[in-house]
């Protein structure tokens, strides 16, 4: 029998480690594949480009890969625990450091070209299931599933990279450290060294602030913190966490009659905790992504139809000037069925400011008249007063006007006056349609007169049936290309637009159907990632309690052997379970459902968005039934195991 | 009076006959009175520890009886058995088999823990056990920051704080050197003089058997002969070499 039978040997009664590591290897190949073969379908890298959902997806793509690098590493190092016991063996028996390395290239090789093989497999077939089955149920027929080399190439090299780094790591391990700490390294808990109530309440302070902090100043600074608070937020949750355990437990302690009851479970947790801190950590993380993005998403999905209409006050809004867009009654109603028209001329005027070095200021200028009927609003103004008429949502409402303005009109400067101040969302998303300044009609026409501006006819018009103008709405966009491009440029260079942009057409049909595809395709491709995660932090959780099984299992014999009854083992084991499935899906929903608040102060609160309570209502509540099969899954795997 | 009794147990491996079989214990009939201290000896393979897992209910008998304070052991099953076990009985073991998740004190009191007893009463048996065995100063301790012999004495205390009728130790010297095996066996001189606890323990060491007041011998599953204490320890030594001699087993050259 050579050495090599005899290490061949080994591995086969130990075939059991080998699979798991295999598996674990092959649900990495897969995940990167999943996801690749949606971040890199053609349909959704178009939309990615066009609809700007790129920020959407790399967010989950950047968390995907941290907890794929987090999973291959881990399940590397528990395959590597109990191999290296084996190693100091061999070492002793006079195996040299470089067979060592040798056999343990050997092993990682075949099994990471088997994972990868098998991954591939396995995430096409799943994601070809996923993409029939998701886009049945959300009803988007446009996204065609397809395999390309970009697809395998990337999944392969990134699940490489991470992968030998792990096998490098241990490499350096095994060639450097003594036999002795080889051969007990299965023996070593991993234990936090840095042990403090005061680090902890550090962390917790910085959590809790981080957390305020971007309550109190989202909504002024737009987000702009928002990484750097999410990752102070979750340094402090990390610290907290792991400091949380040993704290609470020598609390505990302090009260005996507490603490001895419970001595089996707490002392165990603290024990697995301490070992557990950064899984149950970004199990959190994940958790909360997940539910943070599905709720968001599905919201954005839901209000499509909303936001489409709210966005859109009239179904289809244009600028019109003599060459650009300008259609006669008659043929515009011959191809839509317009119910009611409103023809608002808006001045465009820039005055260049004298006292302000060499600036400009452009004013939109409106009659009261036209004005008033938009608004459908009695307002009157004196000659020299004004109007300040901002087209908005009041919440998204953030531009300071002055409250008075100067304007040379021939040989006078003429002084105007803010008489009235009003924020409506009155006309469609077009260019040029923010932000108005309303003279009554006599210094309307005098301006328009004598001053060098531009008048742009604004079109607004409410056809039959909105949601059936589809076709209409496309015909009317390829009559007005037609004309604008047979017609001399309107040379409007001191309009800060492109001409495409200021004489595009806005309406509410259009906006529906792309508010639908965007968010559809972005809701598909979150669902998707977020079955990816779901399954991640199972196995992950489920590869942490099984991976020790053994030693469970050994102390459990020891207990039945002084008395414990199998009642007694189901309590306990139910206990550590629970707390290890459900503490960070705890965690991660709080943590979802407070940043879902913190965003809902930029849109008026959580409470004046009950649809977005709902939806993260639903998609926790889905997401908690899911966990606990999956936590009475591993409960009854795990006391089959224990108990026989 | 008698605390435990056996009848004609018989423990077969590997199915009830056939060829693969094998027997274990061939007709054991044993019984020992409250307040003994009694050690099961014999060579590898005779059948100690099939005994001392059958006596304590950790393993049934294929046929026969064992009753432990009048109660049939043989016939309790699942949670029944293990309840009986932690009021009843007491173990120690050859590993010590302490969770290390634990400290000593919390070990000792694990049994009470699971009896849900008060935790005034858990610490006054921790402390007077924790003094009777001189290992008060590491209470507090993990089991790997202490000595073997630290180890086993916690494991001691542990089978002793549900004031058990009859202590079981499968080779308590096993893992010690020759000094804590002393330490140890005086221990279990204590318990059975101080405490009237019943001892029974199943060892190969010659020098730990010799603190016992009876040594039972058993060769193949079945038992061969017994000698009671007269004189003084070495005097008992002395004869249970010459009994182990007779036994075919082999002596140790002193």
Sequence with gaps: MTFNQVVWKMAKADYKKYIFYFLCNSFAVMFFFMFSTVYFNSRIEQAKKLEGIQDALSIPGAALIIFTIFFISYAHNVFMKKRRSEFGLFLSLGMSPRDISKLLVIENGIIGMASILSGLLAGAVFSRLSFMLLMSSINLQDIPFHLSGKMFLYSIGAFLAVFLLAVGKSLIFTLRSSMILVMKSNRFAETIKMRSPLLGAFGLLLMVGSILTLYFTYEESSGAFLPLWTMAMFLGLYIAFSQASSFLIRLAKKFPGYYFHRLLFLSSLEYKFKQMTSIIMLVAVMIMITIFYSTLLLTFYKASEKDAVKNNPFDVAYYQIETKNNLSEAELNKILQTKDQLEIPIFYYLEKQILAGNGYHSYNFMSLRNFNELTKQEKSLENQEFLFFLNSEPEYAHTEFSETFRISMGNDEVTFEMKDYVVERRINLLPNSYEFVVVNDEVFDKMTNSLDGHVLTLNLLNVEDWKNSEGAVGELVKKFEAMNQAAPPANFSDLPYIEEELFRVASKVADFHLNKTTSGIMFYVTTFLSILFFMGTFILLYLNLFSEVDTEKAKYKNLYKIGMTSKEVKKNVTREIMTIFFVPTVIGTLLAFIYLVILSTDVGGIMNNPDILMHFLLIAGIYLAIQLGSYFYARKKMLIQLLG | ?254
């Design chain 2, 1 to 254: 009076m008698v605390i435990m009794e056996t009848e004609n147990i018989v423990k077969v491996y590997g199915g009830a006959s056939g060829e693969g079989s094998t027997k274990a214990l061939d007709g054991v009939s044993l019984s020992v009175n409250e307040g003994e201290f009694v050690a099961i000896m014999g060579p590898s393979g005779s059948g100690k520890t099939t005994l001392l897992n059958v006596l304590s209910g950790i393993d049934q008998p294929s046929s026969g009886s064992v009753s432990i304070s009048g109660q049939e052991i043989s016939e309790m099953t699942g949670d029944a058995l293990a309840l009986f076990r932690r009021r009843q009985l007491g173990f120690v073991f050859q590993e010590f088999n302490l969770l290390d998740s634990l400290t000593a004190k919390e070990n000792i009191i694990l049994p009470m823990v699971l009896e849900k007893k008060s935790t005034a009463e858990m610490e006054e048996k921790v402390q007077g056990l924790g003094e009777l065995f001189e290992i008060d100063s590491i209470l507090d301790k993990y089991p790997y920051n202490i000595s073997g012999g630290q180890q086993q004495r916690t494991a001691v205390s542990r089978a002793l704080v549900n004031e058990p009728a009859i202590v079981f130790a499968d080779e308590p010297t096993g893992n010690l050197d020759s000094k804590s095996s002393a330490v140890i066996m005086e221990c279990f001189e204590k318990i059975v003089n101080e405490l009237g606890t019943t001892v029974l323990l199943v060892t190969h060491d010659v020098f730990a058997a010799s603190y016992c007041q009876k040594v039972v011998f058993i060769k193949d599953g079945q038992i061969h002969s017994s000698i009671v204490k007269k004189g003084s320890r070495k005097e008992f030594l002395n004869s249970i070499m010459d009994h182990l001699a007779v036994l075919g087993g082999r002596t140790h050259d002193i």
